[in-house]
């Protein structure tokens, strides 16, 4: 063995090693996994397998901070190594036969992270349903939507909060499909052009659960693109969730008074006994950057000559430790949707006097007096100009004023038109097209959505009961052999 000097130690094995109750489980899988190969490719003897198998699985009943990962003695996998010596001798060397020690801990790496691509699905699929639940529920709530924080037009707290949810199932279809890359093998890789002990790959991918082998070695070794692409969708997938909260954060505010947020959100200040901060939107918020900050630290990593290590000594456990992050946030937005309290009426009327119904005053001018929308939309701003001197919202009055100044006939617009535009909820239900804001195409956008969850949910669980049926099978054929 080399000496490592107590400056490597601290600098660089201590970093690997911090990441060691990351991969500790799925390091153990590995290396039962491997040793198992090793028997059937007539590597080591069955007797040595078993003394191999017996001190893996002692390691593998042990949590990590029982077995000595010491950056004095390496990094992971030669602490492993050196607790199995100790534990049963010279045959622990035998795990090293046709194994690189990256490809142990990329083996692991996979097995955690493809686990977690699966459990961040299942959260998205969760933070789908609540949203649709309190669409449906809200799909009549009138308030104003906004742009710029600016009132736009009328529209509903259901077909507002609804918009969320398609993003969410975007980027767990994104998760799913890489799912696919990671959960490929790099078992039999060997050094850098395949190994000449582990011949059958596509019998040690299935071993581990995995869909099949990465085809080409070097590919298998060094690709970082499946990683980065997982992450950067758990981080779009928070950025939508940013967006909903910073949303919310406003709404909560005594300004709009919109909505509080459930007692189990809000954190109460120490001295101001009044204030209950949005504590859960601010989580949310600062995670969000957080994983901005890592998804760019990877992508730098990742910038660099092909067959370089640095690209993995600093992912192994960034990443876990991103998507678990992810996983936190979007459970805990799911939660925040759960326990809002709607102030429907404040809602409503915030609409009144914010002049929502202008572009449909102008398209009802269109109609009605033959403009072309840029004279209607003009008309309609000089009507809403003359209402704010008067410090209220625009009325039928206004805009037939307008027209009498614009030089045109304000009797060829009905009064029972004027009495459609000013309804509010009139105005919602004429918005039957795909995606738009009314009541009934609100339930069925849900209704679509939450069926689209469902079939997420049902692929899942195929996807999770194959790896941990082979994870299983793995320890059940280990614990038989030594029981032999």
């Known amino acids: 063995m080399f000496d490592v000097s107590p400056e490597l130690a601290e600098s660089g094995y201590a970093w690997e090693i911090a990441d060691a109750p990351i991969l500790h489980n799925a390091l153990n899988i590995a290396d039962i996994a491997h040793a198992l190969d090793l028997l059937d490719a007539g590597a080591i003897s069955r007797a040595d397998t078993q003394t191999l198998l017996g001190g893996l699985l002692h390691l593998e009943s042990l949590p990590s901070s029982e077995v000595n990962y010491d950056p004095s003695i390496g990094e992971m996998v030669t602490c492993r190594e050196q607790f199995l010596i100790n534990l049963v001798g010279p045959v622990a060397g035998s795990l090293r036969a046709g194994r690189t020690r990256r490809e142990a801990v990329r083996t692991a790496l996979r097995l955690v992270v493809r686990q977690q691509v699966l459990a961040l699905t299942q959260d998205s699929c969760a933070l789908i349903e609540a949203i649709c639940a309190r669409s449906i529920e809200h799909s009549h709530s009138l308030m104003p939507d906004y742009t710029y924080l600016q009132p736009a037009q009328a529209s509903t707290f259901g077909h507002y909060l609804l918009s969320f949810a398609d993003p969410v199932l975007r980027d767990a279809n994104r998760l799913l499909s890489e799912h696919v890359h990671v959960n490929s093998s790099v078992s039999g890789s060997g050094g850098a052009n395949g190994s000449v002990i582990i011949r059958d790959r596509m019998r040690a991918a299935h071993n581990l659960g995995f869909n099949k082998p990465i085809e080409h070695i070097r590919d298998a070794m060094w690709q970082t693109d499946p990683f980065l692409h997982v992450l950067f969708s758990a981080t779009t997938l928070t950025l939508g969730q940013d967006r909903l909260a910073e949303d919310l954060e406003i709404f ?46 990877q992508l730098a990593l990742s910038k660099a000559p092909s067959a370089r290590s640095d690209t993995y000594i600093y992912a192994y456990g960034e990443l876990p430790r991103s998507l678990a992050l992810a996983g936190q946030v979007t459970r805990l937005l799911t939660s925040v949707v759960r326990d809002l309290v709607v102030h429907e009426a404040h809602m409503k009327s915030a609409i009144e006097g914010s002049n929502t119904e202008a572009t449909d005053a102008a398209h009802l001018l269109m109609r009605s007096c033959g403009l072309d929308y840029l004279t209607a939309h003009r008309v309609v701003r000089v009507a809403v100009t003359h209402a704010a001197e008067g410090d209220r919202g625009i009325s039928a009055e206004d805009i037939t004023w307008a027209l009498s100044e614009g030089g045109f006939d304000p009797e060829q617009v009905e009064a029972d038109e004027f009495d459609e535009i000013f309804d509010p909820m009139t105005l919602i239900q004429s918005r039957k097209s795909i995606g738009g804001a009314a009541p009934d195409t609100v339930t069925a956008m849900a209704g679509s959505l939450l069926a689209a969850a469902l079939d997420l949910r049902t692929r899942l669980g195929t996807e999770q009961n194959n790896s941990e049926s082979a994870e299983s099978h793995l320890l059940i054929r280990a614990r038989e052999l030594v029981q032999e």
């Open 252 to 297: 909560a505010s005594r300004e709009f008074s919109f909505l509080s947020l459930g007692n189990s959100s809000v954190r109460p200040s120490v001295l101001m006994p009044q204030k209950r901060n949005p504590y859960a939107l601010s989580v949310i918020r600062g995670s969000t950057g957080i994983l901005i900050g890592r998804l760019s630290g």
